[in-house]
């Protein structure tokens, strides 16, 4: 069984920034593509962003490309999201999820293993 525990979450006025960290258990991390997503109060949970196993390939959702940046240290089993710029609507727990597959992929259902999320409060 896989574990992945998210952190750094918190507080922040718009237009801040926060980094947020995602460790895994295990040791084949390198084969799992990663991805990041959030649910806000009464919406359904959101795509945000997913990289490749490398590293290499990434995909953003529209609304934060050039704002958010996911990178990933496999030799530390862990995947980092830097969110810049942040609006009150990016308010929402913060979820990790891995996948055993070679491609990243926007759609929740096709993760395996999920985190316990990490809240972040953007104030206006």
């Known amino acids: 069984q896989r574990q992945l525990v998210e952190s750094g979450g918190g507080l922040v006025q718009a237009g801040g920034s926060l980094r947020l960290s995602c460790a895994a258990s295990g040791r084949t991390f390198s084969s799992y593509a990663m991805g990041w997503f959030r649910q806000a109060p009464g919406k359904e949970r959101e795509f945000v962003v997913a990289i490749s196993r490398s590293g290499v390939n990434t995909y953003y959702a529209d609304s934060v490309k050039g704002r958010f940046t996911i990178s990933r240290d496999n030799a530390k089993n862990t995947v980092y999201l830097q969110m810049n710029s942040l609006k009150p609507e990016d308010t929402a727990v913060y979820y990790c999820?891995?996948?055993?597959?070679?491609?990243?992929?926007?759609?929740?259902?096709?993760?395996?293993?999920w985190g316990q999320g990490t809240q972040v409060t953007v104030s206006s």
């Open positions: 999820a891995a996948r055993s597959s070679v491609s990243y992929s926007s759609v929740p259902n096709s993760f395996d293993y």
